[in-house]
């Protein structure tokens, strides 16, 4: 069963006026020279925007997008189908990442979501976010996160800063204020081509899916 996402959850989410400084407060590296739009109460479908991590091709008729949380099982069960998909046909599918840490039920989904961005900052994203699923929730401390950076040859020194100051938050509260105006309550949630998936969450039924487009 998809875990819930609580409407506590999303108190944090106060600090979004934090995103229309993003500029003044996100690495340059990663993020610059664009500005972020603040969110409507209500969205159709999702918004992908610069501060979004893709597989796949930028131009592909397929858009896969997760709403998902590094330490929810079913996300950690999903992920190498997800990558799979986009692989068997990378040309035609494109994956786009949303982060939606899910704090009451997984207390530090918010450090691992921020040290996936302060991997992002470095252009590792991708390698970091593989290593996170395939530990399936073992890395979550901040020792162990860091523990991480280091064995994907990351600048730990310039990651430990990022973790302290919490650089990348703004970027994962956009994305959980997407979450709240589609009325997402649950992860992982997909909308493929704009659209929610609601059907099941296999390999096979995606493709289905994805077939019928």
């Not at 999303?10 to 972020?36: C, E, K, S």
């Not at 280091?150 to 430990?160: E, I, K, T």
């Not at 992860?187 to 704009?194: A, K, L």
Request: net charge negative; proline share 7%.
């Amino acid at each position: 069963m998809r875990a819930r996402i609580l409407i506590g959850l999303f108190g944090i989410l106060g600090l979004t006026v934090l995103v229309v400084l993003l500029l003044a407060v996100l690495p340059d590296r990663a993020f610059a020279p664009q500005t972020l739009e603040e969110i409507p109460s209500a969205l159709d479908a999702p918004e992908i925007t610069f501060i979004d991590p893709m597989r796949g091709n930028p131009d592909a008729r397929v858009t896969i997008v997760e709403y998902g949380d590094y330490l929810c099982p079913l996300c950690q069960q999903l992920a190498p189908d997800i990558q799979a998909l986009v692989e068997e046909a990378p040309q035609k599918r494109r994956f786009v990442w949303k982060d939606a840490p899910n704090i009451d039920a997984h207390p530090e989904a918010m450090s691992v979501a921020l040290a996936a961005r302060c991997a992002q900052d470095q252009g590792a994203f991708w390698p970091y976010y593989d290593a996170l699923f395939a530990a399936r929730g073992t890395l979550s401390s901040a020792l162990e996160l860091e523990q991480l950076a280091a064995q994907l040859n990351l600048d730990v020194d310039a990651f430990a800063n990022c973790m302290a100051s919490e650089v990348t938050r703004p970027v994962i509260l956009h994305t959980l204020q997407e979450a709240l105006s589609l009325g997402i309550n649950g992860t992982p949630t997909f909308y493929i081509n704009g659209t929610l998936y609601t059907g099941s969450l296999t390999k096979s039924a995606l493709e289905d899916f994805i077939a019928d487009l």
